[in-house]
């Protein structure tokens, strides 16, 4: 709330009313002073303080007089309508999605649940495309050994094949040799 101070100089006149100030000549220079005085929240300074109490003072001996002008509220802020979500051209993919940071994979936008070792072996077969690689080679570089049976392999991309199904075709078969990824494979891989 805002408070308005206006000294008057004081006239030997007759009061206008009981309790009301003189009137004083049309032509007497005046000064306003306008201060806000916080009425919530807030504590007021001792600066603050004095200034009003001499302000008080004035008006009491008739000196000046307050005008308690309300502060307007802010006016609401214009309703905008939001900005339409753009989604990246990523998230139209419908193939196969694989996101590595987040472990999660989406097959024509519909989560997949995988294994951890069904998903790395995933992983590492997207991050080398056309690259054939032995069963043994994939123990190491997915499991992180190689004295396990070769044949764990089989069992975790025949895992992988039926999970994913026959729509996205994704591990190839290189017959005496081991497995790489299918070259049709529509697989993406992101970080996020």
């Not at 109490?53 to 000046?64: F, K």
């Not at 419908?94 to 996101?99: A, E, F, H, T």
């Not at 764990?152 to 729509?167: F, M, S």
Request: proline share 10%; hydrophobic share 40%; glycine share 6%.
């Amino acid at each position: 709330m805002s408070v308005i101070a206006i000294p008057q100089r004081r006239y030997p006149q007759q009061l206008t009313g009981p309790g009301r100030a003189p009137r004083r000549p049309a032509n007497t220079p005046e000064l306003t002073v306008t201060f806000t005085v916080p009425l919530a929240g807030e504590s007021m300074s001792p600066h603050a303080f004095r200034l009003l109490e001499v302000v008080r003072d004035l008006v009491e001996r008739g000196e000046g007089q307050i005008t308690i002008v309300p502060t307007p509220a802010p006016a609401p802020a214009p309703l905008v309508p939001p900005e339409p979500i753009v989604l990246p051209a990523a998230e139209d993919h419908r193939g196969l999605r694989v996101c590595r940071d987040a472990r999660t994979v989406t097959l024509d936008r519909r989560p997949l649940e995988l294994t951890r070792l069904e998903f790395d072996l995933l992983v590492f077969l997207a991050e080398n495309p056309r690259r054939v690689f032995t069963r043994l080679q994939l123990l190491g570089a997915v499991w992180g050994y190689e004295h396990a049976v070769a044949r764990t392999v089989d069992v975790h991309v025949r895992r992988l094949r039926a999970k994913i199904g026959d729509t996205v075709p994704l591990v190839t078969t290189v017959y005496g040799v081991g497995y790489r990824l299918a070259d049709d494979a529509d697989v993406e891989l992101i970080d996020g």
